[in-house]
Nanobody
């Protein structure tokens, strides 16, 4: 098992930046980690994920704007979000997969508005 705690959400203007953090309660060195988001009235969708060897995958909608990274020494995963757009507004969730079981954080709200 693992507990995940997100932080770093908030209000940003279009074109602005935010950095989300996800702190895990145990070592993440062997885990595939990811960020998902869910906007009102929409299904939860994958934003980015990073494997244990730091291979990354991004949703087409965020490629070139968002960067996922990991610091195994701190048991933390980050999502750097640049050039934010109003359509990025959503609750962002951290995700970890352990033996095919998905674990989720409580989510952090990101609102992009002028």
């Amino acid at each position: 098992q693992v507990q995940l705690v997100e932080s770093g959400g908030g209000l940003a203007q279009p074109g602005g930046s935010l950095r989300l953090s996800c702190a895990a309660s145990r070592s993440i060195v062997s885990l595939r980690m990811g960020w998902y988001r869910q906007a009102p009235g929409k299904e939860r969708e994958l934003v980015a994920r990073i494997t244990s060897d730091s291979s990354t995958l991004y949703a087409d909608s965020v490629k070139g704007r968002f960067t996922i990274s990991r610091d195994n020494a701190k048991n933390t995963v980050y999502l750097q979000m640049n050039n934010l757009k109003p359509e990025d507004t959503a609750v962002y969730y951290c995700n970890a997969i352990i033996i095919a079981v998905h674990y989720w954080g409580q989510g952090t709200q990101v609102t992009v508005s002028s």
